[in-house]
């Protein structure tokens, strides 16, 4: 993984849903091969993300928690690989995935990624989920690795549609 690492943004949540709004905004950025990796404990929103990031790229199948199967891969406008790394401990069972090809025009979205991000390439965004001091509030931190397009995510992020609709929603 690139060492630079930039804290874009911190988004407060306050349900699944905005959640999964907050991915598909961030999925308008997304180009091939890039890899998001998400970490957080069990409940902190992950899986919604994958699923926000699914409808954005009109996968049509339902995303499933992948904890007990530890991929999947789902058609949608790009292929969307989607890992959960938890029960993943070593370089060589990343490399068992046997996912080499399948990388080249995917988004990969990696839960428990922390765990092998040393391992990974191409890792574009972390997002880091954490809960909140309300039922269903959960803190999102995003930091990207890829110096060149920091401008991109900050403006999806801070000027796009998620904060405009925020503020829309705050001046009604
Ligand atoms: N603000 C929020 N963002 C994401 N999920 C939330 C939020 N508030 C409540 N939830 C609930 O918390 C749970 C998150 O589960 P999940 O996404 O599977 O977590 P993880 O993959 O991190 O273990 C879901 O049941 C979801 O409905
Ligand atoms: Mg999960």
Same mark, same amino acid.
């Given at each position: ?9 911190? @988004? ?23 890899? #998001? ?32 199967? @530890?991929?999947?891969?789902?058609? $949608? ?13 070593? %370089? ?5 995935? $046997?996912?080499?090809?399948?990388? %080249?025009?995917?988004?990969? %979205? ?9 391992? #990974?390439?191409? #890792? ?35 000027? $796009? ?12």
């Amino acid at each position: 993984m690139s060492s630079t690492s930039e804290l874009v943004v911190e @988004i407060k949540t306050d349900s699944a849903e905005m959640t999964r709004e907050v991915a598909k905004d961030i999925s308008a950025i997304l180009r091939p091969k890039d890899t #998001v990796i998400l970490t957080g404990d069990l409940g902190a929103g992950k899986t919604q993300f994958v699923k926000g990031v699914a409808t954005a790229l009109h996968v049509k199948d339902s995303v499933v928690s992948p904890t007990f199967i @530890i991929g999947a891969i789902y058609e $949608g406008d790009l292929k969307l690989i989607h890992i959960d790394a938890y029960r993943l401990d070593s %370089l060589y069972e990343v490399l068992d995935l $046997g996912l080499d090809d399948e990388f %080249l025009d995917s988004i990969c %979205l990696i839960e428990w990624g922390n765990k092998i991000a040393d391992f #990974v390439e191409n #890792v574009f965004l972390t997002v880091v989920f954490g809960f909140g001091e309300v039922e269903n509030e959960r803190l999102l931190k995003v930091y990207c690795h890829d110096q060149n397009r920091l401008d991109d995510v900050k403006k999806v992020m801070v000027d $796009g549609l998620y904060f405009s609709r925020k503020e829309k929603e705050i001046s009604k």
